[in-house]
Nanobody, 126 residues
């Protein structure tokens, strides 16, 4: 079993940076591909970024490519999402998630991700 807990959300002005962290418990964290998703009320949860077990392979949604960076520290069982040049449309609840059925590949379908954190609110003001 893997438990995930996000932190680092908050209110930021447009153009500013924010870094989200996701702390994981469980011995098998380092074997899983990890992803970040986000959701706004009334909309589907959408994929933002993902990385392979080593962090060597990453994949991003087009809407965040070039602005967001996903990374992980397996020794600390933590995955990060560095968000730069934030826009008001980035406002959402951000979730980290673990895909225990994938190590080297990153998938965008939320159904593949079995373990989820509780989410952290990110609000970008214009």
């Amino acid at each position: 079993q893997v438990q995930l807990a996000e932190s680092g959300g908050g209110l930021v002005q447009a153009g500013g940076p924010l870094r989200l962290s996701c702390a994981a418990s469980g011995r098998t964290f380092s074997r899983f591909a990890m992803g970040w998703f986000r959701q706004v009320p009334g909309k589907e949860r959408e994929f933002v970024a993902g990385c392979s077990w080593s962090g060597g392979y990453t994949y991003y949604a087009d809407s965040v490519k070039g602005r967001f960076t996903i990374s992980r520290d397996n020794a600390k069982s933590t995955v990060f999402l560095q968000m730069n040049s934030l826009k008001p449309e980035d406002t959402a609840v951000y979730y980290c998630a673990a895909d225990p059925n994938s190590s080297n590949n990153v998938y965008t379908q939320s159904e593949r991700y079995i373990h989820w954190g509780q989410g952290t609110q990110v609000t970008v003001s214009s």
